[in-house]
């Protein structure tokens, strides 16, 4: 399931830490190296107890590109975040469909069966 992810809610004392991004599109607040909008979440994508979230993100230098962000949180691993070239984000969602597609293909021709979700 795909959800979209929520603003954080703003406390009512404002601290340095809670002052929103002049950037009009940044989530983040306080003082902070990389502009990012949180875009969406998709639970029990790594393992049972994972996330996997979909983010944009650009350092906050001049001339930086925006650039799509996958990160994975897990209970039992450091967590991780890649920071995909946005011309190169529609390639990668293509190949995991066709790894999808392969896979269920894959287990159907070895098992004879549905492949199971997960
Ligand atoms: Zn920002």
Known sequence: MLTT?????????????????????CDETGPHPTHRQYLYTVPGAVREDGHLGVNLVQRDRPGEPIRVELTSTTARSDDLALKLNTTRATDIAQALTAAVTKAARLHSATSGQEPPVG
Do not use: F, Q, Y
């Open 5 to 25: 992810t929520a603003s954080p809610a703003r406390p009512e004392t404002v601290l340095d830490h809670d002052i929103a991004c002049p950037i009009g599109w």
